[in-house]
């Protein structure tokens, strides 16, 4: 799917941006690999990495804000594919700064919509999060409705056209302001804090969570919301595989997080189906061919895919283990 394709990547030098660039290059080869961000360091410093890694790689670096639809237009001139990473996702930034979380996080998904469709790009995919689903903090409600938008802007296209799709997943072993970086430093003075205890969280690795857009992009029909069957794991059980020899100071839960994350809820589940590797939540909406996914199994009524009674759980040398790939 990504062989001689023209790729737009928004939020290219973040950590999953980043990721996604060194994977494609190394898995793939395609037609053009654009990356759209707004830092121009972090651009500097991709170019250096890859001018020696992959010297005369077909990579392009654009300067670009997803707020700035005609730029976005320009960028999106012979695209094939767009992945769409772009996002601030700080709970706490986001919480003190709303109206940039609403610019960025649900206006640029407009400005993405409306510019593929306009650039007659073929396929769309959105990266969402657990936190979208029964949201109590910004970040979450932002991306709810960046979701919505998505997979609504299959009506705005024209059949057999622009197609658009979201891949919804956890926390991100590694990432930039993840935990398990914090514990790490933290492990050095001796002492760890930890909201509480008896916190569960999704967990995955960049390569999976790579690996997993890509097949996605590979699959959709457009309209389709992927979840990936992934561990969870206790923020005590965190705790003792990464810094078991230190004292742990409970700071309480910090305002938005929740105790436990769901990653498909119950309303969700009548319009979704299992495969063995994801779950595929459908749309309910009329331009929807219910012969997609036929292939998939429908779950149970009522059916919760949450971090709190998954049995897929973590282990401390599971977790190590991630943490070595990541």
């Not at 936190?131 to 057999?160: D, H, M, R």
């Not at 938005?256 to 309910?284: C, F, N, Q, W």
Request: proline share 5%; hydrophobic share 40%.
């Amino acid at each position: 799917m990504l062989n001689d394709k023209v790729i737009l990547l928004t939020g290219g030098t973040g950590s999953f941006g980043k990721k996604f660039v060194e994977m494609v290059l190394k898995k793939y080869t395609p037609k053009k690999l654009i990356v759209f961000s707004r830092d121009e360091l972090k651009q500097h410093e991709m170019r250096q990495i890859h001018s020696d890694l992959h010297p005369g790689s077909k990579i392009r670096y654009f300067i670009g804000d997803v707020r700035d639809i005609d730029r976005l237009k320009r960028a999106m001139q012979g695209v094939d594919i767009v992945v769409h990473a772009a996002a601030l996702k700080q709970v706490p930034a986001c919480e003190y700064n709303p109206f940039e979380a609403v610019l960025t996080n649900i206006m640029g998904a407009k400005n993405i919509i409306d510019a593929a469709i306009d650039c007659g790009v073929d396929r769309v995919m959105a990266l969402s999060t657990d936190k979208a689903v029964n949201p109590i903090n910004l970040y979450g409600a932002t991306k709810l409705c960046a979701e919505k938008l998505f997979i609504q802007g299959n009506a705005y296209s024209k059949p057999g056209q622009t197609k658009f799709s979201v891949t919804r997943y956890g926390n991100v072993v590694g990432s930039r302001g993840s935990v398990i970086p914090i514990f790490m430093k933290q492990r050095q003075q001796g002492k760890v804090t930890i909201t509480d205890p008896n916190m569960t969280r999704f967990w995955l690795t960049l390569d999976k969570g790579v690996e997993f857009v890509i097949n996605a992009i590979e699959e959709m029909h457009g309209g389709e919301i992927f979840v990936p069957k992934i561990p969870c794991m206790s923020i005590e059980s965190l705790f003792k595989a990464i810094a078991p020899e230190c004292e742990a100071e409970v700071i309480g839960i910090r305002p938005g997080e929740k105790m436990h994350e769901v990653l498909l809820s119950e309303d969700e589940a009548r319009h979704t189906v299992e495969t063995d590797d994801k779950y595929v939540i459908m749309p309910s909406h009329p331009w929807w061919s219910m012969e997609n996914w036929a292939e998939g199994k429908p779950v149970q009524d009522n059916f919760r895919y949450d971090s709190a009674t998954n049995p897929d759980r973590l282990g401390a040398v599971d977790l190590k283990k991630l943490i070595d790939v990541a």
